[in-house]
């Protein structure tokens, strides 16, 4: 091989590696400067995450709102003729779990506090009118409230039943008898007839 055709190929050489070498730097400092601007940024990936888990195929279930029922513990003393019983609730708030008694004295005591709201917007009921304890309830009159001294009621006996209720509801003592003699006390015996009705 001449030395002309020697020189000529070790610089072809040369050239060939520097121009290799010149491309991997280009292709290198376009990865460092270009490349980044390519990524999506930081916000839109997290963004795209969040969406990702709460898509339609991740089910979610809500809790739903129990409705609470009444608290307290009564014992009632039943006397009927010549028969007697007694039974005693107690209510914890969860109508799911308490008895079915609870929830239906819950909703008799929604309906005389009806009434009771209804009397006083009539003027026939006011704090005076009332048992001291009761118009110191947040209702004015209680379920549970006894009939006032003056109150006009008929003299029919509508039965021999009577009934001795005791204990505590909603944070207030009760103790108190029902009978069935006079309307007044009559309309008082239908309102607990969920209490003194026998429980089986």
Avoid: N
């Avoid at 980044?36 to 839109?44: L, R």
């Avoid at 021999?160 to 009760?174: D, F, K, L, S």
């Amino acid at each position: 091989m001449s030395p002309s055709h020697r020189e000529h190929r070790s610089r072809g050489t040369v050239g060939t590696v520097l121009l290799a070498g010149a491309c991997c730097a280009g292709a290198v400092a376009y990865g460092v400067i270009v490349g980044p601007s390519m990524m999506p940024p930081q916000e839109v990936r997290t963004t795209t995450a969040m969406i990702t888990q709460v898509g339609p195929d991740v089910e979610e279930t809500e809790e739903e709102a129990v409705e609470a029922g009444p608290v307290g513990s009564l014992r009632v003393h039943v006397s009927d003729r010549d028969r007697a019983w007694v039974q005693t609730i107690t209510c914890t708030g969860d109508l799911e779990e308490d008895h079915e008694v609870c929830a239906e004295v819950a909703r008799a005591s929604e309906e005389f506090h009806g009434d009771a709201d209804e009397r006083s917007d009539d003027g026939v009921t006011d704090a005076e009118s009332v048992e001291p304890e009761a118009a110191a309830s947040p209702g004015g009159e209680h379920l549970f409230t006894e009939v006032r001294e003056g109150t006009v009621c008929t003299d029919k006996l509508y039965g021999p039943q009577e009934a001795v209720i005791v204990g505590t509801w909603e944070g207030q003592e009760i103790d108190t008898t029902v009978t069935r003699k006079g309307s007044c006390e009559e309309a008082r015996w239908q309102r607990l007839r969920p209490l003194t009705d026998r429980i089986g």
